[in-house]
């Protein structure tokens, strides 16, 4: 869903992860998770943050659980896939940046799709990349609410309007993010016709599911709880 039962808050958008490949180094890519696992990639996976902290390195090991035979309840089966890969040699602790994907020093990383696109973007070939759709995967969304305590609520209320129109969503898509109301759009045929070929086929990502809030609450818990426990492995937080 997205907007709250009570409506204190609404969605905007939402990414999907998805692996981002430096095919100057990787010349097989990895399709899916298990892949991950396979001897050719020792040394080249890692996450775009600390694993006890970082959102999206959470929520990557959030998604690794779903092929593992975890689910929305159960994110056990990641922490123990990354162990796996720790164990394999394959997984590289360090927080993964742009900069460490273009040298090649983490060249398979899972990133929010609309990061992805925008890193490949800006690489403009060098190092070619590839953006892969594991399945299955994990869809997360940004949600905004207006302060019971605004000063100018009204001013608020137009600026959700405006995030919800057919151009606040474009704003958003135009960065590779998935606007909410995107489905809809494309229904209406209002999409431009060089946006729309821009962005993803929705069949790439079908896979993708998103958790409730109580269901994230409870995967982030675990995760920062069970990491060390599991895996074993400090991620050191990058120097400002």
Not at 59 to 77: E, H, K, M, R, V
Not at 80 to 101: M, Y
């Amino acid at each position: 869903p997205a907007k709250d039962p009570d409506g204190y808050w609404t969605g905007g958008y939402y990414g999907v992860m998805a692996f981002l490949v430096n095919q100057a180094v990787v010349k097989n890519v990895p399709q899916n998770w298990a892949d991950l696992l396979k001897p050719e990639y020792k040394g080249q996976v890692a996450l775009s943050g600390p694993a006890t902290t970082s959102n999206q390195a959470i929520q990557t090991i959030f998604a690794s659980a779903l092929a593992n035979g975890g689910s929305l309840d159960n994110a056990q089966p990641g922490l123990d896939f990354f162990n796996e890969l720790n164990k394999a040699g394959n997984f590289v602790p360090v927080v993964a940046k742009v900069g460490t994907v273009a040298q090649g020093a983490t060249p398979i990383v899972p990133f929010w799709d609309y990061l992805a696109y925008g890193y490949k973007d800006s690489f403009a070939g060098n190092p070619p990349v590839a953006v892969v759709y594991p399945s299955p995967t994990i869809a997360s969304m940004y949600v905004q609410g207006i302060s019971a305590y605004a000063p100018h609520p009204n001013c608020a209320k137009l600026w959700m309007e405006i995030l919800h129109s057919d151009e606040g969503q474009m704003a958003w898509m135009k960065g590779y993010a998935h606007g909410v109301n995107q489905a809809d759009m494309e229904k209406r045929g209002v999409i431009p016709a060089d946006l729309a070929k821009k962005l993803p086929a929705s069949s790439s990502y079908a896979s993708a599911v998103s958790p409730s809030p109580d269901q994230l609450k409870a995967a982030r818990a675990l995760i920062g709880e069970k990491w060390m426990e599991t895996v074993g492995v400090e991620i050191p937080t990058p120097a400002p």
